[in-house]
């Protein structure tokens, strides 16, 4: 079985180009274009509003309460088959709370589903916002306060100044041009070697802006993967990150989620680089905001990995979860060989929500239960049915 | 021909009649018969601004081979979405009404005669230019003066830039002081000068002190979206509306709960509140130890100590002092304290009242921290427009702005203007007269007090240019009219804000060719400044207004923030992005921008920053300031009774009694109806169709009479009664109003025009003509809700 490859497309990225890009190598021959389908992140959230998504489900604390506000970062990385499985366990509660609050159920376009998918992405690769108290005190325990003290706005060391860029791109940026001198003042004053962990670095972002009471603001331009590809190579990071290598970026488990997350794994990764680029005699590459913001397009874009599926156990999950006894050869409802080649997470999603409520009343009616599924399962199901559940 | 309101209304007050009105219909009606073709005529649809009040309302223009034949709102416009208010569909009539100034006319009779010469535009220029350029000769540069109305944008920098340019500090803004919210109560806490955005969508409690929200707030369609978002818009959290006021308003009909007060007692009321609060340790206390100054006692650099907010509060505003001056029993008073403390967020607003009136509403808003906070008062960033290149000042110019502005123009009176003073100046000579006046977008005869002030200032004045579309009240003293295109013909720009602190750029195009040989203000100073020659040129190097837009906006475009308008998910959608650091707009170059704007029409910033202190408090402790440290920095002389510190704490002052309250026994109010808010559009019909919709008048002034009142004055329903106060008499028709106290009369402003066209000139009658002169020390401005009045059987 070929490895399945999905590479969601960066948000930044789709809203520069607009088009629809994806990265296709690696995929399954019976399933080209199924996997891939793009999504367009503006478009996403438009289906979120215009679906009513936002009644219930908030961002970043703006739209409803009643459901899960799903702009809050999840525990780990969350692949296209887990997202699709976690809609599947959630329909059958929200159908229900939509029906309380006479939202009339919808159907969605396998493009709008592309869409919604990319935008929910999108929206998790951006920070919550930070606490300030909490980076007040990371300032104290990272020994950041030694160099950076709470002096006049415009003293030495003072960093308000940095409360104007929005964007955490600007801070690694920043921080990785900044590193040789930051080294240097840490050995001086005998500092120890610090790392950020987690949104450590999101919160004392947010107490380093909460010290600005500048108005000006500096955003950044949505980063291009294509041009970000390139600077990998230019800019030489390809000599250690070959892919496949050993120091292959897509396969690093702990890869950050977060634009923030990624300044501060700039920053822990940096003493290790430069270490191995002066062995190897290279320059010490600098980087321009947006060659940042390009790199990091890229570099996020290598992330978005499906595992592969097992038709074996898929066809197990398909007894398991008793979806034999509707859909097999000789029962009312369609045989699903039919979808043979069609399948990818996000033709599940939107089949499944289009065809839900009808199916969750059969089930009722056959007082069968809802079967909740987890991504492995799905990832299973999914490959059983693309071979015509052989 | 002639044409009266009988034959108008005759005509049709349906959608036909926007097409019928005023020169379009005649023009229309010449065509030949053969020269109509059957066919339907070329359609489109224009966005431009609303012209007819402040509020900045997207337009949608349809336009049938370049004739406008009717209005809808822009649904993309972030202010109305696709609303309008009657003012607005009603807009134009002021492109066609049939007696807009059509050309430049020289004055040939005595002032005020009425008698008037058209004149070419290079005449009417070659006039004014002869006239500055003579000044500047004589070193008299600075008696250039101009009186501006209500209007945003960079066609005030453009003024600026001129007089800068010219030589003259007088640019005094004239802009109907009881016109917008309270700015003084914010510039007195806050030390900003401006309008704030008051977050009305999300406020819990609102407890208006007089204000005239649902019939005459600056952007009505604005707020009263707001209103029903406030009301319905978030499930399960109803906003509670309570509005203090003498008159049972609109507002007040609408509002939970109305609570009747004397005229001018609203300041003390809010101070009573205030001291609840306090008494009850309902403030914020964070808020306060954070976030404001003079709160408690403190000592200046001097080491003189000074009386803090609360200990005077807590001494001088017992609920039973408050509620033997306001009327408002004293167990409303706390139970008001207590909902509004606790009912969270929770917004306090108040009228044009006297500036430390405005202030005992303003820290009730300080005492909830509803300041910069969700549902609180809000203050917007400015649009981003590209600075005015340098230019060098010759020497007339630099000794001419050195000069002290007519109006007093040190410390305090450089931020506040004061037009009553102004008039007042010019008749005494102090400190020197004006030889030439621009009235700019203002009609100071109608709007102020006591119009014989200004029509003898204007006497004692050689030369007066209005550059007003209509021949209004003030335009008829004019020597020489340029009149302006109206706002569907010109290019402008309007920027302002939304309730939740968003900046909004409105772009206003021309929708139709200009009906008549007018020309836009804008391009008329350009080409002033260019025959001024010399710095003008470098001053003021743009060849048309629609130049200088062009040139502001690039300011947009570097500011790298916002987007062009777009449909209500795209305003999340930019708001979204721009949280997470991105930026990702509509355009990629400044051309880009200039068209899209256009289409669209306009630009916005649909995010809020919250916590910029050096924005949100501009005083000299950059705090909020419950002792108003910056007012005591500023003030030259006293501006209450005393000088000592509560003349700088919110406080409240009685009205100087003006008359024998035996002889003139009524309170008068005066209040503001949706169609004729201040003194713009009177000459539109159907606007005074709809004066007073609630008693079903139109066309005249009434007065509203508490039917008890009445009865005692043998005063019937529908009567022709005089009002008289020790200042004047205007007729009015008697109208029984249970919405009116007894001791309290209420007349809306809007008609009395001594001038403006056929359907403004000599209709109802101005209550202004029954104010005084008790001129409020810090504004200068007449102290509104002080005057009495009698009233009896014309």
Redesign the interface.
Same mark, same amino acid.
């Given at each position: 079985m070929k490895r399945i490859s999905i590479y969601l497309l960066i948000g930044f990225l789709l809203l520069v180009s607009g088009d629809l890009i994806f990265w296709d190598q690696g995929i399954g021959a019976e399933k080209k274009g199924e996997y891939l389908l793009p999504g367009d992140i503006k478009a996403g959230w438009k289906v979120f509003t215009t679906k009513k998504c936002g009644v219930c489900h908030a961002i970043w604390g703006e739209g409803g309460k009643g459901g899960p506000d799903l702009g809050t970062l999840p525990e780990s990385y969350v692949s296209q088959s887990q997202l699709a499985a976690l809609m599947w366990n959630h329909w059958p509660e929200m159908w229900g709370k939509m029906a309380a609050k006479k939202i009339p159920s919808q159907k969605m376009e396998k493009t709008e589903m592309a869409d919604l998918f990319a935008f929910l992405y999108f929206i998790r690769y951006m920070d919550e916002p930070g606490n300030p108290q909490s980076g007040k005190v990371l300032m104290e325990i990272k020994h950041c306060s030694k160099c950076h003290p709470i002096v006049k706005e415009g003293a030495k060391g003072d960093l308000s100044p940095w409360g104007m860029y929005m964007n955490p791109i600007l801070w690694a940026q920043m921080m990785w041009n900044h590193v040789p001198q930051m080294e240097q003042e840490m050995k001086k004053k005998g500092l120890p070697l610090v790392e950020f962990k987690g949104n450590e670095m999101v919160d004392i972002i947010a107490y380093i802006r909460s010290l600005s009471s500048k108005m000006e603001k500096v955003y950044l331009s949505p980063g291009n993967l294509q041009s970000g590809k390139k600077l990998f190579t230019q800019k030489g990071c390809i000599q250690c990150h070959l892919p496949q290598g050993e120091l292959d970026l897509s396969k690093k488990k702990d890869f950050p989620r977060t634009l923030a997350q990624l300044a501060g794994m700039m920053w822990n990764h940096s003493y290790k680089m430069w270490k191995g680029m002066k062995e190897k005699g290279m320059e010490r590459p600098t980087l321009s905001p947006q060659e940042m913001a390009d790199l990091v397009a890229y570099l996020f874009s290598t992330q978005y990995f499906g595992e592969p599926g097992n038709p074996e156990e898929g066809k197990r999950v398909f007894t398991k979860k008793q979806c034999n006894l509707c859909h097999s050869k000789g029962t009312k409802m369609p045989n699903l060989s039919f979808l043979k080649g069609q399948i990818s997470p996000i033709f599940m999603a939107q089949t499944m929500w289009n065809h839900g409520p009808e199916m969750l009343e059969k089930i009722r009616k056959a007082k069968i239960s809802w079967r909740k599924i987890d991504s492995k399962e799905m990832v299973d199901l999914m490959e059983y049915l693309n071979r015509g559940m052989p | 021909m002639k044409i009266n309101r009988r034959d108008f209304l005759k005509m049709g007050g349906g959608a036909g009649a926007a097409v019928a009105l005023g020169g379009g219909f005649w023009k229309w009606s010449q065509f030949p018969v053969a020269e109509k073709p059957n066919a339907p005529g070329v359609e489109k649809w224009i966005p431009t601004i609303c012209g007819q009040c402040m509020g900045g309302c997207g337009i949608l223009v349809r336009v049938i081979d370049g004739w406008a034949v009717n209005i809808a709102g822009n649904p993309l416009h972030p202010v109305n979405r696709g609303t309008l208010c009657p003012k607005g569909i009603a807009g134009l009539q002021g492109l066609y009404d049939p007696d807009r100034i059509r050309t430049p006319l020289k004055r040939i009779g005595k002032r005020g005669e009425g008698q008037w010469q058209p004149i070419s535009w290079v005449e009417a220029l070659q006039m004014v230019t002869s006239s500055l350029k003579e000044l500047r000769k004589n070193g008299e540069s600075y008696q250039l003066m101009v009186l501006g109305g209500k209007y945003r944008g960079l066609m005030r920098s453009l003024w600026e830039r001129f007089l800068e340019a010219f030589g003259s500090p007088n640019y005094i803004d004239n802009q109907f002081q009881w016109e917008g919210t309270p700015t003084e109560g914010l510039f007195l806490t806050q030390g900003i000068y401006s309008t704030p955005a008051y977050d009305l969508e999300n406020v819990q409690y609102l407890l208006s002190f007089g204000s005239e929200l649902l019939e005459s707030y600056w952007s009505p369609v604005q707020v009263l979206r707001a209103y029903g978002y406030f009301r319905r818009g978030k499930p399960g959290q109803r906003g509670k509306l309570v509005q203090i006021e003498p008159r049972l308003s609109i507002t007040g009909i609408k509002a939970d709960e109305w609570i009747p007060i004397q005229p001018g007692a609203e300041g003390i009321l809010a101070l009573g509140i205030a001291h609840m609060i306090i008494k009850e340790g309902l403030y914020k206390k964070d808020f306060a130890s954070n976030h404001t100054f003079g709160f408690e006692g403190w000592t200046d650099e001097n080491g003189k100590e000074h009386l803090g907010f609360k200990e005077f509060i807590l001494s001088e505003y017992e609920p039973n002092v408050v509620s033997k001056k306001t009327g408002v029993p004293v167990d409303t008073v706390i139970r008001l304290a207590r909902e509004f403390a606790t009912n969270q967020p929770s917004l306090a607003i108040g009228y044009r009242d006297r500036p430390f009136h405005q202030m005992a509403v303003s820290v009730l808003n300080g005492l909830t921290g509803s300041i910069d906070t969700t549902g609180g008062i809000l203050i917007p960033?400015n649009v981003p427009y590209q600075a005015f290149p340098p230019f060098k000042k010759d020497t007339i110019a630099q000794k001419g702005l050195d000069k002290e502005r007519i109006d007093g123009g040190k410390g305090l009176r450089r931020v506040i203007h004061q037009p009553y003073l102004f008039a007042q100046n010019v008749l005494s000579g102090r400190p020197y007269k004006p030889k030439a006046l621009f009235l700019y977008y203002t009609n100071p005869l109608f709007s102020n007090p006591k119009p014989d002030l200004f029509s003898k200032a204007f006497a004692e004045i050689p030369f007066i240019v209005s550059f007003s579309p209509y021949m209004d009240d003030s335009t008829h003293f004019a020597d020489l009219v340029l009149p302006d295109h109206t706002p569907l013909e010109r290019w402008q720009d309007d920027p302002l804000f939304l309730n939740n602190g968003f900046p909004v750029l409105g772009i206003r195009q021309p929708v139709v060719e200009p009906l008549y040989q007018t020309k836009a203000t804008g391009d008329v100073l350009l080409t002033i400044a260019k025959l001024l020659g010399g710095e003008f040129r470098t001053a003021l190097p743009w060849n048309d207004f629609k130049e200088v837009m062009a040139y502001g906006f690039k300011g947009i475009f570097e500011a790298? &923030?916002g987007d062009v308008f777009g449909l209500?998910? =795209?305003e $999340? /959608?930019t &708001?979204?992005?721009? &949280?997470?650091? /991105?930026? $990702?707009p509509s355009y990629k170059t400044t051309e880009e921008l200039w068209k899209l704007i256009q289409e669209r029409g306009g630009w916005w910033d649909p995010l809020y920053?919250f916590?910029? /202190? =050096? &924005?949100i408090f501009q005083t000299p402790s950059k705090k909020f300031e419950f002792y108003a440290q910056g007012l005591k920095r500023l003030a030259s002389s006293p501006l209450s009774k005393s000088n000592g510190d509560p003349s700088f704490l919110p406080h409240w002052e009685e009205p100087k009694k003006m008359s024998d309250e035996k002889l003139y026994p009524l309170h008068l109010h005066i209040f503001k109806t949706m169609a004729v808010t201040g003194s713009r559009n009177a000459n539109q019909p159907w606007l005074s169709e709809n004066f007073g919709p609630h008693l079903l008048e139109r066309w005249i002034t009434w007065v509203e009479i508490n039917p008890h009142t009445a009865k005692e004055l043998g005063i019937s329903e529908g009567d022709w009664v005089w009002v008289e106060s020790t200042f004047g008499k205007i007729q009015a028709k008697a109208r029984l109003y249970q919405g009116a106290m007894p001791d309290v009369v209420n007349i809306p402003f809007g008609l009395g025009h001594a001038s403006g066209g056929r359907w403004a000139k000599d209709l109802g009658a101005n209550p202004y003509h029954l104010l005084g002169d008790d001129l409020d020390p810090l504004t200068g401005n007449p102290i509104q809700r002080s005057p009495r009045v009698k009233i009896y059987k014309a």
């Open positions: - | 960033r790298k &923030r209500q998910f =795209e $999340a /959608w &708001r979204l992005l721009q &949280r997470g650091g /991105w930026w $990702a920053d916590g910029e /202190w =050096e &924005r």
